[in-house]
């Protein structure tokens, strides 16, 4: 196991290195020149050539592309993201304070969907071509394609204004973490349930099925330790990158609940034009997709043998 995760990390490595890069170039090509955002934060200021050259040397932005490539990169790997341009906080920080909303929220909705995707598809692949099965495939159908900020406004209308049981927006325990999960989770179990059900009915008409239930073994057992978990293989890597994919795609959630996370912290230097904020949240996502990615490959290697098999040839 270790030989193939120093292999798989090897292999990921080129990839992280990428991210890097596009991260790094984001901010050199987007519009607008960070050194005078800087200095002109306060709408008064009017900086003079003199002061904009001394700040671009103090940001070492005066330097080469691949010189300031480096230089950055240092500093990422050190835990250095620098300073905000707007407000002159450290970003660094500033993550670290808004992480643990985040990852709440990131949590909160990976486990319904998870629990609601398996148990749906689950049901739906017991019940084949039945008038359940059908209903739920359409509702499933239905999850997915309400957009996430139209589903936020029908909780709302429903769970705050009709009956005034959740908060709309705000930090205000767990109850503000309901709407945002129910609705960050909501496409994404329709999506799960469908490929679930497939992926057990799959496996429902394998021999292998067959030969287990002439051995006399119950269905229970066959249904939770070969069906299921055979099944599960191609399902994890989806809720794995799923799970990657919940920081960035949380930022529109969170902006539309005003949850201090990370989220609504990149979409304001979205609207600030600071970039920093911006490289380090790319870089952020993108790292946290290749460790998923990686854990995924560990989990294959547990519950394939296969991949043990040739792993050993």
């Known amino acids: ?164 049981l959740l908060p709309t927006s705000g930090m205000e325990g767990v109850k503000s973490f309901i709407m945002p999960s129910l609705v960050l989770s909501m496409g994404t179990i329709g999506t799960s349930a469908r490929l679930s059900r497939s992926n057990f009915i799959g496996e429902i008409s394998k021999q292998y099925v067959l030969v287990a239930s002439a051995k006399g073994m119950s269905k229970s057992f066959i249904g939770t330790w070969h069906i299921f978990k055979n099944a599960m293989i191609p399902i994890i890597t989806f809720f794995g990158l799923y799970f990657a994919g919940i920081l960035g795609g949380s930022a529109v959630i969170e902006s539309i609940f005003a949850l201090p996370g990370m989220g609504s912290y990149v979409i304001d230097a979205i609207y600030n034009r600071d970039y920093f904020i911006i490289q380090a949240f790319v870089l952020l996502t993108g790292t946290i997709y290749v460790l998923s990615n990686l854990l995924i490959d560990m989990l294959y290697f547990l519950i394939n043998p296969r991949m043990k098999q040739g792993d050993s040839l």
Not at 74 to 87: A, W
Not at 95 to 103: A, K
Not at 144 to 154: K, T
């Open 1 to 164: 196991m270790i030989h193939y995760f120093l292999k798989r990390v090897i292999s990921l490595l080129p990839v992280w290195i990428g991210i890097t890069i596009f991260a790094f170039f984001l901010g050199l090509v987007s519009p607008g020149d960070p050194v005078y955002l800087s200095l002109t934060r306060d709408g008064i200021t009017e900086p003079s050539e003199a002061m904009v050259n001394a700040k671009r040397a103090e940001l070492g932005l005066d330097l080469p592309y691949h010189i300031q490539y480096v230089n950055w990169i240092n500093r990422v790997i050190r835990g250095d993201f620098g300073k905000s341009i707007y407000d002159n906080e450290e970003i660094k920080a500033e993550m670290l304070r808004r992480m643990p909303v985040t990852l709440k929220l990131a949590f909160s909705a990976f486990v319904i969907t998870v629990v609601a995707g398996l148990g749906i598809g689950a049901v739906m692949a017991a019940t084949r071509d039945t008038i359940l099965d059908r209903f739920l495939r359409q509702l499933c159908t239905l999850m997915v394609s309400i957009p996430g900020f139209c589903m936020a406004i029908i909780l709302i209308a429903i769970f705050s204004e009709c009956f005034h």
